[in-house]
């Protein structure tokens, strides 16, 4: 089937008589919670009574009902030839997330060129890597059924937007969502990658906690404007993280200040160091600033990303320090 078009790769992954491998996984929380949870609790019961009969110390009494209430929880798994996994999230849209996403996948490449480096776009109704990354086409399958990424600029990529035309919206419910998840984190043959970059949806809902306990992720880059209405999400979506046990790299400030290109003047358009005060707050680093500045939006707009079109600029060193601290911060892939 190597070659076919979009529209059949998305049928073939949704279809309920497709092969097992490729059928929509079993939606844990909608067909397991009811009876898994129902007998954690009859089992934290009997648990309760054994362990305060037996005088069972309070360190154990909470490892145990911990594993009993984690029953059913899916259970993670890497994702084949890739050895970190790196997401880029943001609490809300509009701050550069995917701007962020696929600059730092570039420096990350830019900056070691002995590294191979993938790109995953896991927002599933506004997918924007296909445009960024300047690629369109349908994603061919090989031999095994595994959908092949698109690549272009030494970064391999996929994206929702691959399947779907692109004025097309995606209108799907929640399991249809995590079905498609499912299927960009496990049927994609990625080869081998040292780092896959994650562009994540904003918010803190289904899409990142499907992600989150499915794959193990090495750490997580938080996106925000210096602006106190996008600091409060960013501080949930941080929060978030840790709940999930992902390891939280660091803050990045975006759109931190606009330079007028006439008269050189400085003006911090959304405020001043607010991802700095929410970094203290949360006892996290400030991986880098990244200024407001029309080259980086008309770079991603025609598809030409500022670290490859213009990696001499201001803008663009900007993204080489960040995938700097971010890989300084990362732990090594044989630990």
């Not at 997330?97 to 776009?121: E, H, Q, Y």
């Not at 994540?200 to 992720?217: F, H």
């Not at 602006?227 to 960013?234: G, P, R, S, T, Y």
Request: hydrophobic share 40%; charged share 20%; glycine share 8%.
């Amino acid at each position: 089937m190597l070659g076919c078009r979009a529209a059949d790769v998305l049928a073939l992954l949704l279809a309920k008589d497709s092969p097992q491998f490729l059928r929509p996984p079993v939606c844990w929380t909608c067909l397991l919670f009811r009876q898994t949870q129902a007998e954690a609790w009859r089992d934290l019961k009997h648990s309760w009574n054994v362990d305060v009969l037996s005088g069972a110390g309070s360190e154990t009494l909470k490892q145990r009902r911990t594993q009993i209430m984690s029953r059913g929880l899916p259970k993670q798994k890497p994702i084949e030839g890739v050895k970190q996994v790196i997401v880029v999230a943001s609490g809300k849209g509009g701050v550069g997330k995917s701007t962020t996403a696929v600059n730092l996948a570039l420096a990350l490449a830019a900056n070691d060129s002995s590294k191979a480096i993938g790109l995953l776009d896991v927002d599933v109704y506004g997918p924007s890597i296909p445009k960024m990354m300047n690629l369109k086409g349908n994603p061919e399958l090989s031999q095994s059924n595994l959908m092949r990424p698109l690549l272009n600029y030494g970064i391999a990529c996929m994206s929702m937007g691959f399947l779907v035309e692109e004025s097309e919206p995606v209108v799907w419910r929640g399991l249809m969502v995590m079905s498609a998840i499912e299927k960009l984190l496990r049927q994609v043959d990625w080869g081998q990658l040292d780092y896959l970059v994650v562009d994540m949806p904003p918010g803190t809902g289904d899409v990142q906690l499907s992600v989150s306990q499915n794959i193990p992720i090495t750490g997580a880059v938080i996106v925000s404007t210096p602006q106190d209405v996008a600091l409060m999400d960013a501080h949930k979506g941080a929060e978030m993280f840790r709940r999930v046990h992902v390891p939280v790299l660091g803050l990045v400030q975006n759109m931190s200040v606009f330079q007028c290109p006439k008269c050189k003047h400085k003006t911090h358009i959304f405020g001043a160091d607010g991802a700095r005060k929410l970094a203290q707050t949360l006892g996290l680093e400030v991986l880098g600033d990244i200024p407001l500045h029309l080259n980086i939006r008309e770079a991603s707009d025609t598809g030409q990303p500022i670290v490859f079109s213009q990696p001499e600029s201001d803008e663009a060193k900007a993204y080489l320090r960040i995938a700097v601290e971010v890989v300084r911060r990362l732990p090594s892939p044989s630990e």
